[in-house]
Each structure stands twice: as structure tokens, then as C-alpha cells.
């Protein structure tokens, strides 16, 4: 089968590999004696690095970016989640009281803030709650009118 010819960039790719191993060949004193040729060698020195730093600087910036928005958007999504929680503030409680009774693990992260579990607010219950709710750990259903 005939090969296929090279595009463009493949041509450029093995020019810049050919350019690559002629540099990578010359000594040092070649290199810096055709150096004068293209300006100053510390000045060249000093643009190549700023070029190379702003490339990763507004690579990271980028990064950053993404990274934010898919934050605000999980944050978004939270806001906007509709739990399956009980309709009384009692009930709630008495699920919190439950699921922690079920997981001893998590006693000790929501006592670390409230010694006694029964000083809980009805907000912190709640709130308790979704986030349990969002690790997956209430096992119900979201609800549509909560």
C-alpha cells in the first residue's frame, strides 16, 4: 500500500525535530558564537523566559478557571437540590438521632461542634441532614416540593 503523503504539520514536526538535533549537536562556544548574529544572547535568553512564563501562566489561569466554574456549578447545584426530608422539625430530629445512631462515625463529627446532640438547632438538624443527604447517606429520594 502506498504511504500517505505527510500534511503540513507532519513536515513541520520532523523540521523542527532536523533544527532540534542540529542545536542539540553544536557545542556551547557554537552556539554562543552565532549568537551575536541574532541580537544579544541575554536579551534572547530573557524573552524566551517571559514567553515561556506568561505560556504557563495563562496555562494555570486556565486551570484555575475550570476549576472554578465547575465548583460554582456543583455549589449551584447543591443550592438548588430538593431534598426527601421529613415535614417536622421533630421528625427531622428524630432521622439525625437514627442515622447517627446507625453510623458511629459520623456521632463524632457532628458532637465535635454540638456536645449533646439534643442542642441542636432546628436549622442545624436540617442541615445536618442535607449534608447527609448529599453524601448519599439518608438513602432517600429527592423531593420535588421541599
Do not use: C, W
Not at 461542634?113 to 438513602?139: A, I, N, P, T, W
Amino acid at each position: 500500500m502506498p504511504e500517505k503523503p505527510a500534511s503540513n504539520e507532519q513536515r513541520l514536526m520532523r523540521l523542527f525535530d532536523a533544527l532540534a538535533d542540529s542545536v542539540e549537536e553544536m557545542t556551547d562556544e557554537e552556539i554562543l558564537a552565532e549568537a551575536p548574529e541574532e541580537g544579544d544572547p541575554k536579551a534572547l535568553a530573557a524573552k524566551v523566559t517571559d514567553v515561556i512564563e506568561r505560556s504557563i501562566r495563562t496555562h494555570n489561569e486556565g486551570r484555575r478557571l475550570d476549576a472554578r466554574q465547575q465548583y460554582e456549578g456543583a455549589i449551584r447545584a447543591m443550592t438548588q437540590r430538593r431534598y426527601a426530608l421529613p415535614d417536622t422539625p421533630e421528625e427531622r430530629r428524630t432521622l439525625l438521632f437514627s442515622v447517627v445512631a446507625q453510623n458511629p462515625g459520623i456521632r463524632s463529627a457532628v458532637t465535635l461542634h454540638h456536645r449533646e446532640l439534643k442542642s441542636l438547632s432546628d436549622q442545624d438538624v436540617e442541615g445536618y441532614l442535607r449534608k447527609l443527604s448529599d453524601l448519599g447517606l439518608l438513602g432517600g429520594e429527592e423531593k420535588g416540593d421541599k
